[in-house]
């Protein structure tokens, strides 16, 4: 089986105003980790959507690996974010759009 794609949904915790530059500049390493893994499929932060922070797309061999990857991501490890996972299936012209 190949590769799976989850997104990691991240919303905003109450504390999510109060990160430090340390903290943001943790999270843009993990994500550089990620990405010269090959695990980061994309990545972006959403506009004009209270309460999101902004969003993964994850490439990875199952779940536990995604799971693994959000617990380490440092805006929820130090409480300014939480997450939501779910696996994703693609829709596109090799599986004729899923239908």
């Known amino acids: ?3 799976m794609k989850f ?3 991240i919303e905003k915790s109450k ?3 109060k990160m430090t530059k340390q903290v943001v500049v943790e999270h843009v390493n993990h994500i550089k980790k990620l990405d010269d893994a090959g695990r980061l499929e994309i ?3 959403f506009k004009g959507y209270p309460g999101m922070a902004g969003m993964y797309i994850l ?3 199952c779940r536990d690996e995604a799971e693994e990857i ?5 805006l929820i490890i130090g409480g ?3 997450y939501k996972l779910a696996e ?3 829709a596109n012209r090799d599986n004729n759009y899923l239908l």
């Open 88 to 90: 994703i299936q693609l």
């Open 70 to 74: 959000c617990n380490s991501e440092p």
């Open 43 to 45: 990545c972006g932060v």
């Open 59 to 61: 490439n990875v061999d």
């Open 15 to 17: 504390t999510y105003n």
């Open 1 to 3: 089986m190949g590769k």
């Open 80 to 82: 300014f974010a939480t």
């Open 7 to 9: 997104i990691m949904m």
